[in-house]
């Protein structure tokens, strides 16, 4: 049970059907019968959606009311969390335990790891403003150093810089402030949408 | 955060807690498909929501037992999945409408308590 419509571009036919791969994607865990209902009515909400735009192509059309629906994978997670769960208390069936478990311990640890890497990224951003601040004030101590006699490159701030020679000069404080802010915006942004998606 | 933001934010949390109730006002008059419930929904509460929120929580409402769903063919175009209040999701929106008026009742004096 499934709807293709005929769109007047190509365009939309390729954004249609992309946006719907990714619908399927984000059904995989659900029954077949269930998928097919939910994308029907998916599509039905999308076709409608499009007659309401004041737009001329189809393709403009199309982006206009998918950008209103919104991303597959937001609005079917909660759906199947909530199945999995049900379905896993009200039948005792071991399998649908596991799905249940499973399904939550994945978004638990995917929560877990872009925490992680979002609270790494801010810990990286901290050397590198301490590393620009420092250079001002200990410019010999500070950069990247490469060895002169064979050894390790090191970057950061060295008690005893003097087996290596340091190749960024002054530059290292630019070069700082311009990485700090990129960061900063960078990781920032990204924390703005990893709140944004678990409200 | 500026006071207007706050204020949009808070708006827009109280309107979103409360479509759970405003979607079996809407079902008690009548049956409604997903699309045309949002199209009655943006227009009544003004919310910024994203159309596909809507699913889960119709999802969930059925799961509950408080509305089923059935398809209806159309004369042209993709069948619509229509949405009907069920005897329990009545006896919820009463409690509910009796809350909502102890609520309102307790809200209403003290914005006018000074």
């Known amino acids: 049970m499934s709807y293709v419509p005929k769109f007047n571009d190509d365009v939309a036919r390729k954004i249609w059907n992309n946006y719907f791969k990714r619908v399927d994607r984000s059904m995989r865990s659900i029954p077949k019968t269930k998928r097919e209902e939910l994308k029907l009515e998916i599509q039905g909400h999308l076709l409608e959606s499009m007659e309401d735009a004041s737009t001329d192509s189809d393709s403009s059309k199309l982006m206009d009311a998918i950008d209103r629906l919104g991303e597959p994978e937001d609005y079917i997670k909660p759906m199947i969390a909530d199945k999995l769960l049900l379905d896993a208390s009200k039948t005792f069936n071991p399998r649908n335990v596991l799905m249940g478990l499973f399904f939550n311990l994945r978004t638990s640890i995917r929560r877990a790891v872009l925490t992680m890497i979002i609270g790494l990224g801010y810990f990286f951003l901290f050397c590198i403003a301490v590393m620009t601040i420092m250079k001002i004030i200990i410019p010999s101590h500070v950069g990247i150093f490469l060895p002169e006699y064979g050894g390790s490159t090191a970057v950061g701030i060295l008690v005893s810089p003097e087996p290596h020679r340091e190749i960024l000069g002054f530059w290292t404080v630019p070069i700082g402030v311009v990485c700090t802010v990129l960061l900063y915006t960078g990781l920032t942004r990204l924390l703005r949408v990893f709140i944004k998606q678990g409200e | ?114």
Do not use: C, H
Request: hydrophobic share 40%; proline share 2%.
């Open chain 2, 1 to 114: 955060m500026s006071i207007m933001k706050k204020k949009s934010k808070w708006d827009s949390q109280l309107r979103k807690g409360l479509l759970d109730f405003i979607i079996l006002l809407y079902l008690q008059k009548k049956d409604f498909y997903g699309y045309e419930l949002i199209r009655e929904l943006k227009r009544l509460t003004d919310i910024e929501l994203s159309e596909g929120t809507i699913y889960p929580l119709l999802n969930r409402l059925k799961k509950e037992d408080l509305i089923s769903s059935k398809w209806v063919e159309m004369e042209t175009g993709v069948p619509r999945k229509y949405y009907r209040i069920t005897e329990k999701g009545r006896n919820a929106l009463k409690d509910m409408q009796i809350s909502w008026e102890q609520i309102v009742i307790a809200i209403q004096k003290l914005v006018g308590t000074k």
